[in-house]
């Protein structure tokens, strides 16, 4: 695993945003890779996505990766994009109503309120994870 000591990764993580995290199984404890955006709100990286498959449209679903993390939140981020390099960290789950308003506010987030349509309905439905690293 890398440190964020380095400046490559450093640059990677204010520029990049499609990732892997690779995830403990929460039912088969297997190792699990996902690929997925993260996203930064006022230094921080959020993992986040639409409430439903079809951006808001249809059913709610349950999302793997986010069971996986609420029952082993322990996990690697894996840049892929400018650099390579695996990070340890740790998941937080955002369930604060007032903090998910404010990532779910941020211009950085405006794919997300487009795709959905609505603030309100991603801040009630969304999945949203706070990245730690190690």
Not at 14 to 32: E, N, Q, S, Y
Not at 111 to 118: D, I
Request: aromatic content about 8%.
């Amino acid at each position: 695993m890398r440190t964020l000591n380095n400046d490559r990764i450093k640059e990677a993580l204010a520029t990049d945003l499609t990732i892997d995290i690779v995830t403990k199984g929460a039912r088969t404890g297997k190792m699990r890779t996902t690929e997925i955006w993260y996203t930064r709100v006022e230094g921080e990286i959020y993992i986040t996505g639409t409430p439903s498959e079809d951006a808001g449209q249809g059913p709610l679903y349950p999302r793997d990766w986010l069971a996986n993390l609420k029952a082993n939140p322990e996990f690697t981020f894996r840049l892929k994009e400018s650099v390579e390099a695996d990070l340890a960290a740790r998941a937080e789950i955002i369930t604060d109503e007032a903090e998910r308003r404010r990532v779910f506010s941020a211009p950085e987030s405006i794919w997300y309120v487009e795709q959905a349509g609505s603030i309100d309905y991603l801040v009630a439905e969304a999945p949203m994870v706070k990245v730690i690293f190690a």
